[in-house]
């Protein structure tokens, strides 16, 4: 089985680390690659360097295609610039996936590339407004950690995908498998503070 990440410049780390640590605990048959436009290094949003050691030229047909988020400037670039490619990568890829994912903002790019329409879907608190100019699109209510809607799973902000991705590892294996992965992680989160999601009433950005 083979996971496909696409990364690029000012990607979120999170959304690539996170779900990646879960699902490369699932099963050492298991590959999980992380794919650019050509292989090479990423600098992610923070300004961490990443190998991309996978090119859209040779990429097999991948099983699972998993689409992180990255700050607006980068997604306004795959949305309507240079960078377009990447939602012609989607779209062939999502045509024989098993499931189709994202996380964070990564799912208005699905959004752009037309694979979002018609299922329920969800995306990082702040960019709901975002998800709603997509008329054919069902946008979950609140703030879920994910949202399943049959082959298309997709996951709020950042830290979402560690949940979205155990549930993943759940479809796709067991949940005996997705406690395994929970247990060897150590992730039950019990953070020092309480804050509460405030409701976003615009995109904050254009395209």
Not at 22 to 46: F, H, N, S
Not at 150 to 174: F, H, M, P, Q, Y
């Amino acid at each position: 089985m083979i996971i496909g990440i696409p990364v690029y410049d000012d990607v979120d780390l999170l959304d690539v680390a996170g779900p990646r640590e879960v699902l490369t605990w699932m099963d050492p048959k298991v590959e999980v690659r992380l794919i650019a436009r050509q292989p090479g290094p990423i600098t992610t949003r923070d300004g961490l360097t990443m190998i991309a050691p996978f090119g859209f030229a040779d990429t097999p047909q991948l099983d699972v295609l998993w689409v992180p988020g990255a700050n607006p400037g980068a997604l306004k670039e795959i949305m309507t610039g240079s960078g377009r490619d990447y939602l012609e990568f989607f779209k062939a890829q999502a045509t024989n996936a098993k499931y189709v994912c994202s996380v964070c903002e990564g799912a208005l790019l699905l959004a752009q590339a037309g694979l979002l329409d018609g299922y329920e879907v969800t995306t990082h608190w702040a960019f709901i407004p975002c998800l709603r100019r997509f008329p054919n699109i069902r946008v979950a209510p609140g703030t879920p950690r994910f949202v399943l809607d049959r082959n298309r799973l997709t996951g709020g902000g950042i830290s979402s995908g560690i949940d979205e991705a155990l549930k993943l590892v759940e479809l796709l294996s067991s949940a005996e498998t997705a406690q395994d992965v929970q247990r060897v992680m150590q992730y039950y989160p019990d953070p020092p503070v309480t804050s509460t999601l405030e409701e976003a009433r615009q995109c904050p950005f254009s395209w």
